[in-house]
């Protein structure tokens, strides 16, 4: 498809290509994951790094690749992309709320919970002042290197 209206997009300086995360369960197949090229090729979620992570990757992966394993609750698992939506918009202004967040349980073929969040809701907010106490705390914990 691409190749048949690169002309025409061309011409008109659209740039037409596209990433994106593609996610559900067809029927009673097991649910899937596919993070999709422009090209048209595509990664999927595995068990070592079982999400997926679109954009800006540098400033929210590391909270990802701490907290997130295939057993957790998606409840957790939400909880987690939060941090790491916000730890993204922190850092880097191109990214920035609403977070759109999708919860879909395995054979329920529907999303029954979708919700936005904006920056100045009572969510966000609260899991900033938590992240930022929590890293404080283990701040405090850590030993002190030694000094001279």
Do not use: C, W
């Amino acid at each position: 498809m691409q190749d048949l209206h690169r002309k025409t997009r061309s011409a008109s300086g659209v740039n037409a290509e596209t990433t994106l995360i593609l996610a559900g369960q067809v029927g009673t197949e097991a649910p899937e994951i596919f993070l999709i090229y422009p090209q048209g090729n595509f990664i999927t979620a595995s068990d070592a790094t079982p999400y997926l992570q679109i954009g800006e990757t540098k400033y929210g992966k590391p909270v990802l690749d701490r907290l997130v394993h295939a057993e957790q609750s998606l409840t957790l698992a939400a909880r987690v992309a939060l941090l790491s939506l916000d730890g993204t918009a922190r850092s880097n202004l191109s990214v920035a709320a609403p977070f759109e967040i999708g919860i879909y349980d395995r054979d329920s073929l529907a999303l029954p919970d979708h919700f936005s969040l904006d920056a100045d809701s009572a969510e966000v907010r609260h899991a900033q002042s938590a992240m930022n106490q929590a890293i404080a705390t283990v701040l405090e914990q850590l030993d002190s290197f030694p000094h001279e």
